[in-house]
């Protein structure tokens, strides 16, 4: 892409999570869902300064956690993580960097949690107690199927109505394997836990979408994701 339009990009992205992140914090506020902020997927804390920006505005007491590897995206042999736009550079650093990231962007060390590791060992051993254990707002900007279907595991447990969960990457579509990731880690989990469903609740920016957790028995038939 042309870096004029790259530049372009990557402010709408912005404008289109500074609005998600307003809009999503405004339902859960006026719903009266409790809980905090958790992020899969940190590095470079963008997103996370969004969610801290849009709380301090709010005056919300909602502590911010973010899970990543600090260590770039896991290795991967699964077909459904295959993408030409994903590099292995993503999320290198160390937990360090991040803590410097989040210090430049005004975000205070006590405002948030930053769990290093790869998911497959930090998210299991949480179990369905460990805390976060009450999220009002999930935000998962990991990439990978693999990831995304770990990440869903942990979150199982912890789905409540009203939450929201927003996937940075839905759209992420590789022409290789003809495959979308977070949408294919989505689907599947969805048929596993028929007892959920995911509404649409707004589209973040290109790539992303954000539901809005609903009870099936709750009797309004679901649509199409
Ligand atoms: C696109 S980056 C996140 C960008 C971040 N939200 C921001 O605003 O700067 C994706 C991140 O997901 C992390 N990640 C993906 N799969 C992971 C896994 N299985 N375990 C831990 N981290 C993972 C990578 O380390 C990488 O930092």
């Keep these: 892409m042309d870096e004029n339009a790259v530049a372009k990009t990557l402010g709408r992205m912005n404008d289109g999570l500074a609005s998600f992140f307003w809009d999503a914090l405004t339902a859960v506020s006026v719903n009266g869902v409790s809980g905090d902020y958790v992020e899969f997927g940190s590095w470079g804390c963008n997103t996370l ?3 801290y920006e849009t709380c301090r505005a709010f005056r919300a007491e909602r502590h911010l956690w973010a899970f990543d590897s600090f260590q770039a995206l896991p290795p991967s042999d699964e ?14 650093g160390g937990v ?10 005004g975000v205070p060390r006590d405002a ?3 769990v290093e590791g790869y998911y497959a060992d930090t998210l299991p051993p949480l179990g369905s107690e460990g805390e976060p254990r009450d999220i009002a707002i999930a935000y998962i900007d990991c990439n990978l199927y693999s990831s995304t279907v770990t990440v869903l595991e942990f979150l199982a447990p912890r789905l409540k109505p009203g939450m929201i969960v927003g996937f940075d990457d839905y759209f992420l579509w590789s022409p290789d394997t003809g495959v979308s990731g977070e ?6 989990f969805l048929d596993a836990h028929p007892e ?3 509404h649409r609740f707004k589209d973040i920016h ?3 979408v954000a539901f809005v ?3 099936a028995e709750s009797g309004v038939p679901h649509r199409p994701l």
């Design 96 to 105: 360090e960097a991040f803590h410097a990231s989040c210090a430049g962007f």
């Design 79 to 92: 077909p459904r993580d295959q993408h030409p736009g994903l590099g292995s550079a993503l999320g290198q």
């Design 112 to 114: 948030y949690t930053a």
């Design 49 to 51: 300064r969004h969610a």
């Design 206 to 208: 290109w790539g992303g």
């Design 183 to 188: 949408h294919a880690a989505l689907s599947e």
């Design 213 to 215: 957790v609903e009870r």
């Design 196 to 198: 959920w469903h995911f």
